[in-house]
């Protein structure tokens, strides 16, 4: 077999024919690019890579600029509940309906606009209550009403209030680029796990003859990057994202009315109450073992937490 030609074709199979290094047609034109006479390669002066030839103006290398060029759409309805203090109790809810588009990042750096896609901050659902209840106990309450001051100093001056949240979770970025088969990304909730937090065989695998990287192996990944080529693949999915925000907060609270305008008041209180991980993204480069695994083994938001209060009020 022509050697050459073996070589082209061991360049395509693994997806740098772009990369590999020719002889410059800028040596001895251009200051610091000297070459040997007669010789192919001869160091960095005297090659370049078949990507910077195809490039507007090769002989000149990378050219960085900044802009302030950039766009974002956001649209949303917003719904609020409020009932307030009335019979011992107070209750306000809020929802939020919203979308949120950018055109502020590059696929490629000699692409003309910014690509337009979900924001990282996009949030399409955000439910937040927050509430408080007096319990009818003691003094004016509708139990013990009538008791005295040292049974009303403990039936009496109870409370329970708490928030909770529902939110969307951000969109994952998928910074590497990958060979994109289409079609859905994003799993239901009853298929998507730690192991498989998004469908990774909705891309392409050229290593060990996998057609798609729906296996994983940690000492040889299965999925294909691509190298050297414009990039179509967007930065971000509406479908894809990290966990979603679950969060309640629960506390107790107690008065103690000592004299008029002295009071004594305990507070216990509960941060994420129900104890629900708020799990870091999954790994989004296709080059690796855990290619669309959440394998960090920190969570994003604090484990439950009780504290204890005390405040004397005059």
Partial sequence: MNTDNSRTLAQNTNNTNLSAAV??????TVTGTTCTSGALFTGAGGTISRRTLLTPFPEFGAINTTNNDGETWYQSAQFTLDKRFSKGYGIQLAYTFSKWLQATEY???GDERPSKVRSDQDVPHR????????????KGQHFGSGVNKWANAVI???QIQGTYTYQSGFPITFGNDAFYLGGKIGLEKGQQSLSKWFNTNAFVSIVGGNPTCGAFATANANCATPVDHLRTLPLRFGDVRIDAINNMDVGLRKDIHLREGMKLQFRMEFINAL???????PVVNPGSGTFGQVSASNQNNYARRAQLMAKFIF
């Avoid at 002889?23 to 001895?28: D, E, H, L, Q, W």
């Avoid at 209550?129 to 003691?138: H, R």
């Fill in 107 to 109: 696929l490629n750096a």
């Fill in 127 to 138: 439910f937040s209550m927050s509430y408080f209840y007096e319990l009818p106990f003691g």
């Fill in 23 to 28: 002889r410059s047609p800028f040596c001895n």
């Fill in 275 to 281: 104890n629900h991980p708020l799990f870091p993204g």
């Fill in 156 to 158: 009496g001056g109870w």
